[in-house]
């Protein structure tokens, strides 16, 4: 059997400590991110997820093992701006990424640091635009936008640079519902409509339901990865890793706990009163 | 103390074009020793309003009553008494640390206060007990090589220092981790029930609203769009909707169970609202589907 | 927000004027001259000409003559100060007024006049290109005026960018100030009582967040624009092109006949 392989970012045994640190922020990560894959990460603070985040493109190289972006290196002096044209990042703050006074001048900000021709920008700035539901906002200011606004022009501004992935590091923690549930509508439309692979960092466990794969970290290691559905299945597991689980997965296990059976652990109220229904 | 707002609006640089009525009316009384949460989206009128009880912004229309203090005050002395009685941690209030150590930035308020010195430390040390810190490991570390979690509860140790009569917390959990999240709100739970004193908390969370205060206010365009007990106010989803918020997941869901039963015309018996734990809820269900199956065997 | 509204930053005010649509770069270049001539000027005549093109600049903007007026505000003390000093120091002409060891001449009033004057056309002009140059505008044509000294190792773009970032972070600053003031005087602080040494010490709780931050921000804002592909002004495109045009060429014809006017009245 021939394996064609699709992965566009490959994590080969990876540490990284930061300078001055005795303990490594990360120890021996090793994954693969398919091509249109939605994976989140979890993990608490300080668990090495952010780190993860920094040298999925090179802002951080890892001290020891290897990361690959399309084949890349990003260790690879050379061809570093390569590698940050095929990874589009997005970080938490929404003030600390906005660079230019006008939102239209930070969307620009990208394509003019990799060289786009003038002429091309105006399109793929209004493109950029549409794609987060912002083309009203063109002209705005950053100072009256609000978070989740200021939010999707940072997408935007990853988008305008056309890249295959983008990485959300934790990207909605600074947001309110409403803006969290726009940014993640985005993202997730993205990843459906045009292929985008997207790696999320979050905090958030309803941002992570629909994900294909969650990859959980803790002191700095990958201790856990698969579907929603496995991982959310170890609630005492996740509890002890100071995380949470989603209610209706909480609930489950719960439930079985007093003797109810689940074939197949849902991830929402709906699913786990349809279990309840069909059971008796 | 007893906190009463008579239609009070709040106006930002009035007389300009930038002018931007951010409360449009607010009357309400909280009681003394109440555990309140205020919710609603940004813009609504929360931070505004928990500026105007501490005196940092003064009603332009309408009345106060902060304990023993009327707002707009007569003569602009005395806010530093009232800031001392009602104590306001704003969002993100690591960022107000400035001294070289934990036990010096918690003693500033104390400091401010003119109290004496020799009173300082074991209030000191007190406060950073109460959020759950010792002061022998961390009172002489400087603040800002703490974990982002402790330096949080530095800062809210720096207001309950003052054992302020009210605790005001601005989304006291913003940014945190789930695990940070339940440790912080679960302390200034613990603190509410030990001192006497009113708490409002302000959130965007609907089920830490439910699972922690005794009575809700839902702010939406500058007013108190809703308020009650959390059973009260969650009986009204629609209501909640207009407002741009989501009921609890918890209350979704027995909001649809019981829709389910309705129409299967089931003789489950629906389950009550005012559930907020998950444990709860588990009793509930099996009790329920238990008793079923006794009664089909 | 209250501080936000006290300061006018950036004070550029959208108009669809002649000067408005004009380049920036030209518009830089005439302002520059014209402070130069606004020296040179020194005939009752000469100034009358250069205080009647200011006067036509200010109605070509269609800026309320409000805005320009308050773009004087800051230069008062030093208008101030001018005149009170030429007036009392200056011993030159007709002695007019004397009383003990005050003594007005002639020539002091007359240069007083003269200064003052001098000042409030600088100034006026100065706002004049700012009133009509949006902040952006204003430092692509600083970038671009002075790039061709980067051959001498000037920064250029660096300083420009630099500037552009300010701006964007002036209003995020100040609002970030007005937070920790009021978080600080939520635990008993006072900014505005107290002796000058009080005040003084009163300030560190506001400096010390505000510089913590700010490190934090510029730490992750490089971060953000590494992740975004900067790399220096090598191989950089621009999404706003400068561009002269017709406007610009009347504007250079303009000057050249003001240089002559001013040059031929001079004293």
């Known amino acids: 059997m021939v394996v064609v392989s699709k992965a566009i970012i490959r994590l080969a045994d990876v540490s990284f400590s930061y300078e001055g640190a005795e303990e490594r922020a990360l120890q021996g990560v090793s994954f693969t991110v398919e091509k249109g894959e939605f994976l989140s990460i979890i993990g608490h603070n300080g668990s090495g997820k952010s780190t993860l985040a920094k040298l999925l493109n090179g802002l951080l190289l890892p001290s020891e093992g290897k990361i690959e972006v399309n084949g890349i290196p990003t260790a690879d002096d050379a061809h570093i701006w390569e590698v940050r044209k095929v990874v589009g990042m997005v970080f938490q703050n929404p003030d600390n990424q906005f660079v230019a006074p006008t939102v239209e001048d930070d969307i620009a900000f990208g394509m003019e640091n990799i060289g786009v021709p003038p002429v091309d920008m105006e399109a793929r700035i209004q493109d950029a635009l549409e794609q987060v539901n912002m083309t009203g906002f063109r002209t705005a200011e950053p100072n009256r936008l609000s978070g989740g606004q200021k939010q999707r022009v940072a997408i935007a501004g990853a988008l305008a640079i056309q890249p295959a992935v983008l990485v959300l590091d934790e990207a909605t923690a600074m947001l309110d519902p409403r803006g969290r549930k726009e940014v993640l509508e985005v993202v997730q439309r993205m990843n459906r409509e045009a292929g985008m692979t997207v790696i999320q960092i979050t905090h958030y466990l309803e941002e992570t339901l629909d994900s294909d794969r969650i990859i959980v970290m803790d002191g700095g290691r990958l201790v856990g990865e698969g579907t929603p559905e496995s991982v959310y299945q170890q609630v005492d597991w996740l509890r002890r890793l100071g995380l949470d689980v989603p209610f209706a997965c909480d609930l489950q296990y719960r439930l079985q706990q007093k003797g109810f059976r689940f074939s197949t652990l849902k991830m929402t109220g709906e699913g786990v009163l349809d279990s309840l229904w069909t059971s008796d | 103390m007893d906190i009463r707002l008579e239609n009070v609006k709040y106006t930002y640089s009035p007389g300009t074009p930038f002018a931007y009525q951010a409360l449009q009316g607010v009357s309400l009384h909280i009681p003394h020793g109440r555990y309140v949460a205020i919710i609603g989206h940004t813009g609504s009128g929360k931070s505004t309003l928990i500026q105007l009880l501490n005196g940092l912004l003064l009603p332009t229309e309408g009345t106060m009553q902060v304990g023993e203090f009327t707002l707009p005050p007569k003569k602009k002395k005395g806010m530093e008494k009232l800031r001392q009685q009602v104590g306001l941690a704003f969002q993100y209030p690591e960022y107000q640390l400035f001294e070289e150590t934990v036990r010096k930035d918690v003693a500033f308020g104390l400091i401010n206060m003119g109290l004496p010195p020799e009173m300082i430390p074991g209030r000191v040390d007190a406060a950073l007990r109460l959020v759950g810190l010792d002061p022998d490991k961390y009172g002489d570390k400087s603040p800002f090589m703490l974990s982002g979690g402790q330096m949080r509860r530095v800062a809210l140790a720096g207001v309950l220092v003052m054992n302020p009569q009210v605790l005001i917390l601005d989304e006291p959990t913003a940014g945190l981790d789930p695990a940070g999240h339940h440790a912080i709100l679960d302390m200034i739970a613990r603190v509410h029930r030990e001192e006497e004193r009113t708490t409002i908390l302000v959130t965007h969370s609907m089920e830490d609203a439910a699972r922690y205060a005794d009575y809700l206010y839902v702010m939406n365009e500058g007013r108190i769009w809703m308020e009650g007990t959390p059973h009260q106010v969650f009986q009204d989803p629609v209501k909640i909707r207009q407002a741009g918020l989501e009921l609890p997941e918890i209350t979704r869901f027995i909001f649809e169970f019981n829709e389910r039963v309705r129409i299967s015309g089931s003789k489950i018996a629906p389950l009550p609202f005012d559930i907020f734990d998950a444990g709860m809820l588990t009793n509930e269900l099996a009790r329920r589907f238990r008793r079923k199956e006794g009664s089909r065997g | ?267």
Not at chain 3, 35 to 52: D, E, G, K, T, W
Not at chain 3, 200 to 221: D, H, T, W
Request: hydrophobic share 55%; with cysteine.
């Open chain 3, 1 to 267: 927000m209250s501080f936000l509204n006290s300061i006018p930053i950036g004070q550029y005010v959208p108009r669809n004027s002649f000067l408005h649509q004009c380049d920036p770069r030209s518009k830089l270049l005439f302002v520059f001259f014209f402070i130069i001539f606004i020296f040179l000027a020194n005939s009752l005549y000469a100034f009358l000409f250069v205080a009647a093109v200011s006067v036509i600049g200010i109605v070509m903007s269609r800026i309320p003559v409000i805005y320009i007026l308050r773009g004087l505000k800051p230069a008062l003390w030093i208008i101030l100060l001018t005149v009170v000093l030429q007036i009392f120091t200056n011993k030159e002409g007709e002695l007019l007024f004397s009383w003990r060891f005050i003594e007005i001449h002639e020539k002091g009033l007359v240069n007083a006049g003269f200064v003052s004057a001098r000042i409030i056309l600088l100034m006026m002009s100065a706002s004049l290109l700012t009133l009509t140059t949006s902040p952006i505008q204003l430092t692509d044509g600083l970038e671009s005026l002075f790039s061709p000294l980067r051959r001498f190792k000037f920064p250029a773009h660096e300083l420009a960018l630099m500037m552009s970032i300010s701006l964007r972070f002036i209003p995020t600053l100040l609002e970030e100030t007005d937070k920790i003031a009021k978080a600080q005087m939520s635990r008993g602080a006072s900014f505005s009582s107290g002796s000058i040494v009080k005040r003084i010490n009163g300030i560190i709780p506001l400096i010390v967040p505000l510089f913590v931050q700010s490190f934090r921000r510029a730490e992750e804002l490089a971060f953000a624009m590494e992740a975004r592909g900067y790399r220096g002004g090598e191989g950089r495109t621009k999404y706003r092109q400068l561009r002269y045009g017709g406007r610009d060429a009347m504007l250079l014809i303009v000057m050249i006949v003001i240089a002559v006017i001013v040059l031929l009245l001079r004293a």
